[in-house]
């Protein structure tokens, strides 16, 4: 069903091609799952201590949500706690987030530049969430074409916060529960009908 898989890491993430043998319909539905309804880790809550840098808390606290968290969750209501305490003058970058359960996927996201004494202290909830909900919690990118009869080559860049290979499975899990609850309701109202 899928061959020819290749990876390339980037310093932005990975990028894995392969090719795989299913009806169109399968590709676009793993497609839409891969890029909507993989939960992963994104910052939704930010606590501000302390914050005298030149940007408003509101900016932010939108561009600490745009930092892809690494992880694959276990479940929906898992809760990774972040915290940033900098003095200026420095740069604040993605690696002064400081957590005992989790961690950026990259270092060098630059946050704010803080000048001579100001201080910024903060406390982050990195939440569970699907790209349904927000772009902030897409795991990837992913197109395909077609290169033959129900047989595309699938690219899926991820961003940094979960493997290609784990995007993946974690669709093709969520693309199984699918189909097996639509049965399910239709066995159930067949069942219906009949008496």
Same mark, same amino acid.
């Given at each position: 069903?899928?061959?020819?898989?290749?990876?390339?890491?980037?310093?932005?993430?990975?990028?894995?091609?392969?090719?795989?043998?299913?009806?169109?319909?399968?590709?676009?539905?793993?497609?839409?799952?891969?890029?909507?309804?993989?939960?992963?880790?994104?910052?939704?809550?930010?606590?501000?201590?302390?914050?005298?840098?030149?940007?408003?808390?509101?900016?932010?606290?939108?561009?600490?949500?745009?930092?892809?968290?690494?992880?694959?969750?276990?479940?929906?209501?898992?809760?990774?706690?972040?915290?940033?305490?900098?003095?200026?003058?420095?740069?604040? =970058?993605?690696?002064?987030?400081?957590?005992?359960?989790?961690?950026?996927?990259?270092? *060098?996201?630059?946050?704010?530049?803080?000048?001579?004494?100001?201080?910024?202290?903060?406390?982050?909830?990195?939440?569970?969430?699907?790209?349904?909900?927000?772009?902030?919690?897409?795991?990837? *990118?992913?197109? =395909?074409?077609?290169?033959?009869?129900?047989?595309?080559?699938?690219?899926?860049?991820?961003?940094? *916060?979960?493997?290609?290979?784990?995007?993946?499975?974690?669709?093709?899990?969520?693309?199984?529960?699918?189909?097996?609850?639509?049965?399910?309701?239709?066995?159930?109202?067949?069942?219906?009908?009949?008496?």
């Amino acid at each position: 069903m899928i061959k020819n898989i290749q990876k390339e890491e980037k310093r932005t993430g990975e990028i894995m091609k392969m090719e795989l043998k299913a009806p169109l319909s399968f590709s676009s539905a793993l497609r839409r799952i891969m890029i909507s309804e993989v939960p992963t880790y994104a910052i939704e809550n930010v606590y501000f201590y302390e914050n005298t840098s030149s940007m408003y808390d509101e900016v932010l606290a939108h561009r600490l949500g745009l930092i892809p968290i690494k992880g694959v969750p276990v479940s929906g209501d898992e809760v990774i706690v972040l915290t940033i305490s900098k003095e200026g003058p420095c740069m604040v =970058y993605s690696s002064d987030l400081k957590s005992e359960s989790g961690e950026p996927a990259f270092e *060098n996201i630059p946050i704010v530049k803080l000048a001579e004494d100001q201080k910024l202290e903060l406390e982050t909830e990195a939440l569970v969430g699907t790209g349904k909900i927000h772009a902030k919690w897409q795991p990837c *990118n992913a197109i =395909y074409k077609q290169i033959s009869n129900d047989e595309v080559e699938f690219k899926i860049e991820s961003f940094g *916060n979960m493997d290609a290979e784990d995007i993946i499975r974690s669709s093709l899990e969520i693309l199984k529960n699918k189909a097996e609850k639509f049965l399910s309701e239709l066995e159930g109202r067949e069942l219906s009908d009949e008496n």
